[in-house]
């Protein structure tokens, strides 16, 4: 099976601080990749998929990019409201595995 | 709108069965897979397997391959996971999510709001 990875595990960070979180795949998935937020007691909600493309109706301080192994979700002013664990998922194969996540707080 | 509607929290012992459902509506349900996703207490969130509800086509991950069954009933547009006999391991939070087109592996854009399981003697 294909691994996700993800860094860093947690973050503090200030708001309107740009926040990158990175997501690695033990192999190449092309651009097979989504990410979704989870508030805490909440639903996980998609972000970003095929690595790059803003899901309707989701902030535009949100931000995919990369392709092959590598890829990165940005924020690039972190708000309050973006308190959360995100989570990377590769969708080239069965089976479609998450990233451990990466929780973010305010600082 | 399109709503995924799962059935409520459950309280379980060890050794038996259960099956819990997923109701979808607002759009043709036998179009687009299904997904089963589990989450522990804490933990993270696993893929545990997908089914097309229009043939009934199902695939599984390794993990969770033979320790779940997944079905539908297109009849009533409701999805399904089941256990024959729970273990106190099985204790999470299970969410059924949906593909945005009918192909097999791709991400999902509506997520049901999460059915708790707890397995406890």
């Given at each position: 099976d294909i691994q996700m990875t993800q860094s860093p595990s947690s973050l503090s960070a200030s708001v309107g601080d740009r926040v990158t979180i990175t997501c690695r795949a033990s192999q190449g998935i092309s651009t097979y990749l989504a990410w979704y937020q989870?508030?805490?007691?909440?639903?996980?909600?998609?972000?970003?998929?095929?690595?790059?493309?803003?899901?309707?109706?989701?902030?535009?301080?949100?931000?995919?990019?990369?392709?092959?192994?590598?890829?990165?979700?940005?924020?690039?002013?972190?708000?309050?409201?973006?308190?959360?664990?995100?989570?990377?998922?590769?969708?080239?194969?069965?089976?479609?595995?998450?990233?451990?996540?990466?929780?973010?707080?305010?600082? | 709108e399109v709503q995924l509607v799962q059935s409520g929290a459950e309280v379980k012992k060890p050794g038996e069965s259960l099956k819990i459902s997923c109701k979808g509506s607002g759009y043709s349900f036998t179009n687009y897979w299904i997904a089963w996703v589990r989450q522990m207490p804490g933990k993270g969130l696993e893929w545990m397997g997908i089914i097309y509800p229009g043939d009934s086509d199902t695939r599984y991950s390794p993990s969770f391959q033979g320790q779940v069954t997944i079905s539908a009933d297109k009849s009533i547009s409701t999805a399904y996971l089941q256990w024959s006999s729970l273990k106190a391991s099985d204790t999470a939070m299970y969410y059924c999510a949906r593909h945005p087109s009918s192909r097999t592996w791709v991400y999902f854009d509506y997520w049901g709001h999460g059915t708790l399981v707890t397995v406890s003697s």
């Open positions: 989870q508030k805490p007691g909440k639903v996980p909600k998609l972000l970003i998929y095929d690595a790059s493309t803003l899901q309707s109706g989701v902030p535009s301080r949100f931000s995919g990019s990369g392709s092959g192994t590598d890829f990165t979700l940005t924020i690039s002013s972190l708000q309050p409201e973006d308190v959360a664990t995100y989570y990377c998922q590769r969708y080239n194969s069965a089976p479609n595995t998450f990233g451990p996540g990466t929780k973010v707080n305010i600082k | -």
